[in-house]
C-alpha cells in the first residue's frame, strides 16, 4: 500500500470514528476581512449589536465563537445606520486557535468585549489578531502554571505559535535549546511531542538522517546538511563530544568497516590512516589519543576491553602504564573490583 | 523474535484501540525513496568501491491526545515508527545484516494523575531532563510536581540500540550504550509576576547506566534557569562524572532581548570529551583532557522579513603534546536571510580553525511558492585548510519541487549533486509523498 492509498484509508477509518480534519488553512489563501471595525466601534456600536452573544450566554456547547450576522442587508442592525446595502459583506475566514475557552463563562463576567479583543481585524487584513495572553493573565495569574508547565487545559495544543519570550527561538538556538531543555523539559513538551525530537535526537533507531528525508527545508538549521561524510573527520576533531552525545561507536565503526578503516574488519585490506605509520603504532600515538581519545574510539572501541589496547598497555605490557595523571588516585582496588574492563589489565 | 521486539508490538497493540476514543489524532506519514552513491573496500592503494543504494522508507508518526477517563486527564499515545527496504546494495547505516528493516523510534503511552500533578510516560522514550542528556530507553519516566514549586522526576529503563539488537556499550549505536540506566532530577521553581516564564527554576539530577553491572556512566548534575528580569535569561549546568571525579561539561549562557527584535547571547562550554565514552570501554582510561568554548551572538530582525545573525567564538584545545600551551580555534558564522510573501532566499558565511583541520565556506539557498508548489535550492561549500582525502573542497547543490496534491498530502522530487572529497561527482535524488493532518472528534469549547 503506498502513502496516497495509506493515508485514504486512514482517513476512512478516522471518518467512520466521528473524526474531521483541523482546518489549518493558510492565511494567504483565504478571503480577507471585509467589515471595518474601526468605524463602528468609534460611532458606538455595541458588539452585542451585531454579534449573538445573547446566544453564547445560553451555554450552548455548539457555539465556540460568538456569531455573526449570516448576510448584511438592509435590515437590522445595519439599517438602523444605513439606508442601502452596505458594499462589505462579513466574513468568516477559518481559523483555529486551539484554545479551550468558554465564552459563556466570560461574559457573565467580562461586560466589555474590548477587555480580551483589543485589536479588531479591519478591511483587508487576512488574520485577526487574537486577544493576548495578557487578556488572560490580567485576570488569571498564570505564572505558577508557566513555571510548572501546565499549559493543558487552557492551550489544547501550542505548535502552531512561536515562542516570544523566554523560550524565544532565534540566534543560537540550535545551541542552546538544551540547555532550556534541562530545568523545562516539560514546557518543550507542551508544544513539542517526542517524535519531534526523536527526528534528530534518536539517531540509533531514525530510518535516516532528517536531511535525507527534508532536503526542501532550506529554512531550517540542520547539522548535517550537504556532504557531511566528506567533512566529519574536520567536525569530530574539532568538537569531539558534539558526535558523541547522539552517535554510539558502533555506528560510526558500521561505516568504518564497511569501508576497511576499522580495527574489526581486519581482513588483509585493512586501510589505516596515513597518520598510522610504523612508529606511530610503536608509540607515537601517546599524545594523539590523550588529546583526542574519541577519534580512537570511533574505530578501536568495538571488540570491548579485548582490543588492540591490551597487547601493549596491559599490566607489564611493553607500552607502559598508559593512565593519565591522577587517574589512579581515583581508581582505586574497589573501583576495579566493580569494572571488568579493568581486570582485563589487571589480573589482580 | 526477539523479547524486545515481542515487547514492542504487544505495546503497540494494546494501544490501538485506545487511539480511537481520543479526541485528537495527528497523523504523519511519509513515503520515500531515496536514491545514493557509498563508498565500499578500501582496498590500499585501490580506488574505492561503488554501491548504488536505492532505499524505500515508510515513516509513520501517530499521536492521539485528550483521551480521558478513569482518574486520568490528557491520556497520550506517542507512536513514531518505520520500515525500510534496500532494494538494490544495501545502505551501510541499514543497522543490520538485512535489506529488509523496521524499528520504533518513539512508542509510549503517558497519562496525567492527581489533577494534573503527576505525569506517567511508559514505553520508548527519551528523557531530557537535568544530566539525562537525551537518554533513550525502553522503560518509564515519571514527573510529580510537589508544593511550594518543588518537582520531583524520576527514570528507569534499558538504552536504546539499533533494530533492537545488543544492548551493550561496544556495540549499541545508542551512545550511552549500556543495559540498564536509572535517574532523576529534583527541582524547584519560583514564578515571579511579569512576563512570561519570569521566575527561577533550580535542579539537581543524577543518572546512572550500567551494562551487564559494570559501570557506562555515573553523574550528578545541577541546572538552572533565570529570569529576573525578562529581557535577560540565563541558563546554566554542570555534570560531574562520580566514578573519575572530575567535572564532565559546565554550560553557561546569557539571552538578553534588546528589543523584540535584537537578541544578544553569550555562552561558555566547558567539556571532557573522554567522560562521554562508557566507563565499560578501555578506551576512557587513556584520556583526561577538557575543552573550553566561549563567545556569542546576536540576531537583529532588521526589516521587515529581513533577519541579519551572526556569531563567534573561541576554542580551547589541548595542545600537541602533553604539557604544551593550548591550541586556541576559532569558528564563526554570518546569515542573512530574507523572507516576504511566497519568497525566501538566504546566504551564509561561516569557517572554523581547529587543532587538526578547518574550513572556510559559504552557503546560497532559496523557496519560492507557486500556488500549490514550490521550488527550493541549496547551494553549499566547504574549502578545508588541509587536504581531505586529498581534496580541498567539497561543493554540493540541491534542486527541489515540491506540489501539494490535496489538503495535507503534498509530492516532493529532490535532485542532489556534488563534488566532495570521497567522490569526484556523486548524484543523490529523492522522492516522497508526504501526509500530514489533525484529526478532532469534537470543537474545542
Redesign the interface.
Known amino acids: 500500500m503506498?502513502?496516497?492509498n495509506?493515508?485514504l484509508v486512514?482517513?476512512a477509518a478516522?471518518a467512520a470514528?466521528?473524526?474531521?480534519?483541523?482546518t489549518?488553512a493558510d492565511p494567504?489563501k483565504q478571503p480577507a476581512y471585509a467589515f471595518p471595525h474601526s468605524v463602528h466601534v468609534d460611532a458606538g456600536v455595541a458588539c452585542a449589536a451585531c454579534h449573538d452573544v445573547a446566544s453564547a450566554k445560553k451555554l450552548d456547547?455548539?457555539v465556540?465563537h460568538v456569531g455573526v450576522p449570516s448576510g448584511a442587508s438592509r435590515q437590522k442592525p445595519c439599517s438602523d445606520c444605513h439606508d442601502k446595502d452596505p458594499k462589505a459583506v462579513p466574513s468568516r475566514p477559518a481559523r483555529d486557535h486551539?484554545?479551550?475557552?468558554?465564552h459563556a463563562d466570560h461574559l457573565k463576567l467580562v461586560k466589555d468585549c474590548r477587555s480580551c479583543h483589543q485589536k479588531l481585524p479591519e478591511q483587508g487584513d487576512l488574520v485577526a489578531a487574537a486577544p493576548p495572553?495578557a487578556a488572560c493573565t490580567a485576570c488569571h495569574y498564570?505564572?505558577?502554571e508557566?513555571?510548572?508547565a501546565?499549559c493543558?487545559?487552557c492551550h489544547?495544543?501550542l505548535k502552531a505559535f512561536k515562542p516570544?519570550?523566554?523560550?524565544?527561538h532565534?540566534?543560537?538556538w540550535l545551541?542552546?535549546h538544551?540547555?532550556?531543555?534541562?530545568?523545562?523539559?516539560?514546557s518543550?513538551a507542551q508544544c513539542h511531542?517526542?517524535?519531534y525530537?526523536?527526528?534528530c535526537?534518536?539517531?540509533?533507531?531514525?530510518?535516516?538522517r532528517i536531511e535525507?528525508?527534508f532536503?526542501?527545508r532550506?529554512?531550517r538549521s540542520f547539522v548535517h546538511?550537504?556532504?557531511y561524510?566528506?567533512?566529519h573527520?574536520?567536525?569530530a576533531?574539532?568538537?569531539?563530544?558534539s558526535c558523541?552525545?547522539?552517535?554510539?561507536?558502533?555506528?560510526c565503526d558500521?561505516?568504518h568497516t564497511?569501508?576497511?578503516?576499522s580495527a574489526s574488519?581486519v581482513t588483509g585490506?585493512?586501510?589505516r590512516p596515513l597518520s598510522h605509520t610504523a612508529a606511530f603504532v610503536a608509540g607515537g600515538h601517546k599524545?594523539d589519543?590523550?588529546?583526542?581519545?574519541?577519534s580512537?574510539?570511533a574505530c578501536?572501541?568495538?571488540?570491548?576491553?579485548q582490543?588492540t589496547?591490551?597487547g601493549c598497555h596491559a599490566t607489564g605490557g611493553t607500552g607502559g602504564n598508559?593512565?593519565?595523571?591522577?587517574?589512579l588516585d581515583?581508581?582505586d582496588a574497589g573501583?576495579r573490583s566493580?569494572?571488568?574492563?579493568?581486570r582485563?589489565?589487571h589480573k589482580s | 523474535m526477539r523479547a524486545h521486539t515481542l515487547l514492542a508490538v504487544g505495546t503497540l497493540a494494546a494501544l490501538t484501540p485506545r487511539f480511537?476514543a481520543a479526541g485528537?489524532?495527528?497523523?504523519?506519514?511519509?513515503?520515500?525513496l531515496?536514491l545514493q552513491q557509498?563508498?565500499?573496500?578500501?582496498?590500499?592503494e585501490q580506488p574505492?568501491e561503488l554501491a548504488s543504494t536505492a532505499?524505500a522508507?515508510?515513516?509513520l508518526?501517530l499521536?492521539a491526545?485528550?483521551l480521558r477517563g478513569g482518574g486520568i486527564?490528557?491520556l497520550t499515545f506517542?507512536v513514531?515508527t518505520?520500515g525500510?527496504w534496500d532494494i538494490q546494495d544495501r545502505r551501510?547505516?541499514a543497522?543490520t545484516p538485512s535489506n529488509l528493516n523496521a524499528?520504533?523510534?518513539?512508542a509510549?503511552a503517558q497519562g496525567r494523575l492527581l489533577d494534573?500533578r503527576l505525569?506517567l510516560r511508559v514505553g520508548?522514550?527519551?528523557i531530557?531532563?537535568?544530566?539525562a542528556?537525551?537518554l533513550?530507553i525502553d522503560g518509564g519516566e515519571a514527573?510529580l510536581?510537589l508544593p511550594a514549586?518543588f518537582?520531583l522526576s524520576g527514570f528507569v529503563g534499558s538504552p536504546?540500540?539499533?533494530r533492537f539488537t545488543t544492548r551493550t556499550?561496544?556495540?549499541?549505536?545508542?551512545?550511552?550504550?549500556g543495559d540498564f540506566a536509572t535517574g532523576g532530577r529534583v527541582?524547584w521553581?519560583?514564578?515571579?509576576?511579569?512576563?512570561?516564564?519570569?521566575?527561577v527554576?533550580?535542579?539537581a539530577?543524577v543518572a546512572l547506566v550500567s551494562d551487564?553491572g559494570?559501570?557506562v556512566r555515573q553523574e550528578v548534575?545541577a541546572?538552572?534557569?533565570l529570569?529576573l528580569w525578562?529581557p535577560l535569561?540565563l541558563?546554566?549546568?554542570g555534570a560531574y562524572s562520580l566514578?573519575?571525579?572530575?567535572l564532565a561539561?559546565v554550560?553557561g549562557?546569557a539571552?538578553f532581548?534588546v528589543t523584540?527584535s535584537v537578541?544578544v547571547?553569550a555562552?561558555y562550554r566547558f567539556?571532557a570529551?573522554?567522560l562521554?565514552?562508557a566507563?565499560?570501554?578501555?578506551?576512557?582510561?587513556?584520556?583526561?583532557?577538557e575543552?573550553q568554548i566561549f563567545g556569542g551572538?546576536?540576531?537583529w530582525r532588521a526589516l521587515r522579513g529581513l533577519t541579519l545573525?551572526a556569531?563567534y567564538h573561541l576554542?580551547l584545545?589541548?595542545?600537541?603534546?602533553?604539557g604544551a600551551k593550548k591550541y586556541v580555534?576559532q569558528?564563526g558564522s554570518a546569515r542573512a536571510?530574507w523572507q516576504r510573501?511566497p519568497t525566501?532566499a538566504?546566504v551564509e558565511g561561516f569557517f572554523?580553525q581547529?587543532?587538526?583541520?578547518?574550513?572556510a565556506g559559504g552557503r546560497l539557498?532559496?523557496?519560492r511558492e507557486l500556488g500549490r508548489a514550490?521550488v527550493?535550492?541549496?547551494v553549499?561549500a566547504?574549502f578545508?585548510r588541509e587536504k581531505?582525502?586529498n581534496?580541498d573542497a567539497?561543493v554540493?547543490g540541491?534542486l527541489?519541487l515540491?506540489y501539494e496534491?490535496l489538503?495535507?498530502?503534498s509530492a516532493?522530487v529532490?535532485g542532489?549533486a556534488?563534488v566532495?572529497?570521497?567522490?569526484e561527482q556523486?548524484f543523490e535524488a529523492?522522492a516522497?509523498?508526504?501526509?500530514g493532518?489533525?484529526?478532532?472528534?469534537s470543537?474545542?469549547?
Open positions: 503506498n502513502a496516497r495509506g493515508a486512514l482517513v478516522l470514528c466521528g473524526y474531521k480534519p483541523v489549518e494567504s456547547p455548539a465556540r486551539r484554545l479551550t475557552f468558554s495572553m498564570h505564572q505558577r508557566f513555571a510548572e501546565r493543558t487545559p489544547t495544543d516570544e519570550t523566554a523560550f524565544r532565534e540566534g543560537q545551541n542552546a538544551g540547555q532550556l531543555a534541562k530545568p523545562s523539559a516539560e518543550c511531542d517526542q517524535t525530537c526523536t527526528a535526537h534518536s539517531p540509533a533507531t531514525a530510518a535516516t535525507v528525508q532536503p526542501e532550506v529554512d546538511r550537504g556532504n561524510v566528506g567533512r573527520t574536520v567536525e576533531q574539532a568538537s569531539p563530544s558523541r552525545r547522539c552517535h554510539g561507536s558502533g555506528f558500521a561505516c564497511a569501508n576497511g578503516f574488519a585490506t585493512l586501510v599524545n589519543a590523550r588529546r583526542d581519545i574519541s580512537c574510539a578501536h572501541d568495538q571488540q570491548g576491553a582490543q589496547c591490551v598508559p593512565h593519565p595523571k591522577k587517574f581515583k581508581h573501583d566493580r569494572n571488568a574492563m579493568c582485563t589489565c | 480511537a485528537t489524532i495527528d497523523v504523519d506519514s511519509t513515503t520515500l531515496n557509498q563508498t565500499r573496500g578500501g582496498v590500499p574505492f532505499t522508507y515508510e515513516i508518526s499521536t491526545r485528550d486527564d490528557d506517542v513514531r518505520w525500510a551501510w547505516d543497522g524499528e520504533l523510534s518513539t509510549y494534573r505525569t520508548r522514550t527519551e531530557a531532563a537535568g544530566t542528556r537525551m533513550q514527573v510536581v514549586g518537582r536504546v540500540s539499533q556499550g561496544v556495540l549499541s549505536w545508542n551512545a550511552t550504550g527541582g521553581s519560583l514564578a515571579l509576576p511579569g512576563g512570561a516564564g519570569r521566575g527554576d533550580l535542579g539530577s551487564a559494570n559501570p548534575g541546572d538552572a534557569r529570569k525578562d535569561v541558563t546554566g549546568s566514578w573519575d571525579e572530575r561539561e554550560v549562557r539571552a532581548s523584540r537578541l547571547e555562552d567539556v570529551p573522554d562521554l565514552l566507563r565499560n570501554s578501555i578506551l576512557s582510561v587513556f584520556s583526561a583532557e575543552r551572538g546576536v540576531s545573525a556569531s576554542q584545545e589541548p595542545g600537541a603534546t602533553e580555534g569558528e536571510e510573501g525566501l538566504g572554523l581547529a587543532f587538526e583541520n578547518g574550513y539557498f532559496g523557496r514550490f527550493t535550492a541549496d553549499l566547504h578545508f581531505v582525502n581534496q567539497a554540493t540541491s527541489s515540491g496534491l489538503r495535507g498530502l516532493v529532490t542532489q556534488g566532495t572529497p570521497y567522490m556523486t529523492m516522497k509523498l508526504v501526509y493532518a489533525t484529526y478532532r472528534k470543537e474545542v469549547l
